[in-house]
């Protein structure tokens, strides 16, 4: 009897564990404005990847390995393109040309999932930061958003995309909205 009980609490155990894929599926949202900014403006903008590791999810259960997820593209690729889009909205021309060099750097972009004793721990980091260079006069601003819950399930991978999506939308929406480097874009550096 003990036997049978064993097996079928092995068995039960051993279906709730979650697969992870290799991949996660990355897509923040942006907000296009209705507002014209920019009036004949020409930009290059790139993006560039300074993390140590290129993982966006990292989930650690006890006595085990972390599982590490990527995504399918670059992430700074994803994020310049939905820079690109947001700023098109405003006006802006984004091409190889323009007057003004913009740079989105990736600093930071993970979401940690910890097993405790009877919880799940989920804390996300995501730092970004941007530079405008007009004609050699620059203006660099970081972008930061953390969030932190603990609960007692393990959250699945779209709370998790879902969660990283969300900073990272909220953080391009700020850079698109940021007086100064607005300035710099339409060459009124001061």
Known sequence: MKKTIFLLTAMLLGGCATHWPEIAYINPQIIPSNQQYYSGNSVTLEGVDRREAAYVFS???????????????????????????????????????????VQLEVLQAAV?????????????????????????????KQFNASS??????????????????????????????????RAYIKGQAS
């Open 59 to 101: 989930v650690k259960k006890k006595d085990q390995a972390a599982i590490l997820v990527g995504t399918d593209r670059p992430l700074a690729t994803i994020l310049s393109d939905k820079l690109s889009e947001g700023l098109r909205s405003q006006g802006l021309n984004v091409g190889n040309i323009g007057s003004t060099h």
């Open 112 to 140: 940690t999932v910890e097993e405790k004793t009877f919880t799940y721990v989920t804390r996300a980091k995501v730092s970004l930061k941007i530079t405008a260079d007009y004609q050699g006069n620059k203006v660099s």
């Open 148 to 181: 932190s819950k603990e609960g007692p399930g393990q959250p699945d991978m779209a709370e998790l995309e879902s969660i990283l999506n969300q900073h990272l939308g909220n953080l391009l929406q700020q850079m698109m909205s940021d007086q100064q480097v």
